[in-house]
Each structure stands twice: as structure tokens, then as C-alpha cells.
């Protein structure tokens, strides 16, 4: 009996250390997003996605059934493949669903000299913008 309940102390103290972890690497994750980029308001990022390059993150499925007018899809997934195509003298406006993934690639693109990176607060998924659809 001892033993069953050493074992599922054991259990919840590595649940909660993974827990502990997950937040701990979502606040660090947080914390460099707003270190190496600004997160826009759809107003906002409209105004200035004019003079710069717009990246959608998704994959080219949700791309293909809409995707903020201008933008262009490097999928997060091939992003490493793709990032030479991504121009460090103009700025960087970069969307996912959310904002989870546009983050992720912020510290990466702000790691390799880029400068100014812009963020779609909400994520394409509150976008009240042009959309355009690939039929």
C-alpha cells in the first residue's frame, strides 16, 4: 500500500513539473515576442503592411481558403526552407491563427538581423481586413 501511493506522489510531482515547465516556456516565449517585435491591432498592421512584406504562417490548405490580401505563405513547418526568400530591408508582417507561431518566427527572424517585425495581434483568425481565396 506504501508503495502505491509513493508511486502517485511520484506521478504528480513529474505532472506537475511538466506543467511548470509549459508555462514557464509559454512566458519566456511571450516575453521575446514583445522584446523582438510589435504586435499590431488590425488597424494597425493595415496601415503598415503597404511597405512591407506580409507572411501568413498557416499551411497551404487554410492559405488556400483565405489569407489577408498581399500575403504571401511560408508555412511555418518550411520556414527554415523558406526564409531566404524573406527580405531583411523591409519590414515583416507576420500572421498565423493566433499569434503562438508568428512569435516562434519573430525570435528566429529577429536571431538572424531583422529588424522591424510586426505581429497581427489577434491572428488572421480576427482579421476584418481584405481576404482573398484561392479557388
Do not use: C
Not at 9 to 24: C, F, K, N, P, S
Amino acid at each position: 500500500m506504501l508503495l502505491n501511493v509513493s508511486i502517485w506522489v511520484v506521478i504528480d510531482i513529474i505532472a506537475i513539473a511538466i506543467l511548470l515547465y509549459i508555462i514557464g516556456n509559454q512566458l519566456y516565449l511571450w516575453y521575446q515576442g514583445r522584446r523582438v517585435a510589435t504586435l499590431l491591432e488590425n488597424k494597425d498592421f493595415r496601415q503598415g503592411m503597404h511597405v512591407g512584406q506580409i507572411i501568413d504562417l498557416r499551411d497551404k490548405d487554410n492559405f488556400d481558403a483565405g489569407h489577408v490580401m498581399g500575403a504571401r505563405n511560408v508555412p511555418y513547418t518550411q520556414f527554415k526552407i523558406m526564409k531566404e526568400s524573406i527580405r531583411k530591408d523591409m519590414p515583416v508582417y507576420l500572421y498565423d491563427q493566433g499569434k503562438s507561431l508568428s512569435t516562434r518566427i519573430a525570435v528566429k527572424l529577429h536571431k538572424d538581423g531583422y529588424k522591424d517585425i510586426f505581429i497581427l495581434k489577434n491572428g488572421f483568425e480576427h482579421w476584418d481586413g481584405k481576404i482573398k481565396k484561392r479557388k
